[in-house]
């Protein structure tokens, strides 16, 4: 009696990186420093998230996407 074959391959999924601790949107990286037109954009927004009645993490995460989207 012969046995099938049994090979197989496993599978993978490709890694992604994580966020590092502390970061509240992908691709931000609180242990670097902002540039000058990401902290603009980031106390424009912070102005705005507080004007529109945002608080806490919410204001937070508005202000961290906007710094994120300058260039």
Not at 21 to 33: H, S
Not at 45 to 54: D, F, I, K, S, V
């Amino acid at each position: 009696m012969s046995r099938s074959n049994l090979s197989f391959r496993p599978v993978t999924t490709p890694v992604r990186p994580a966020n590092p601790p502390g970061a509240l949107v992908p691709g931000q990286r609180p242990d670097l420093a902002l540039n000058s037109a990401q902290f603009a954009a980031a106390r424009a927004a912070r102005a705005n998230g507080t004007a529109q009645g945002m608080t806490g993490r919410a204001l937070e995460v508005f202000v961290a996407r906007a710094a994120m989207n300058a260039k």
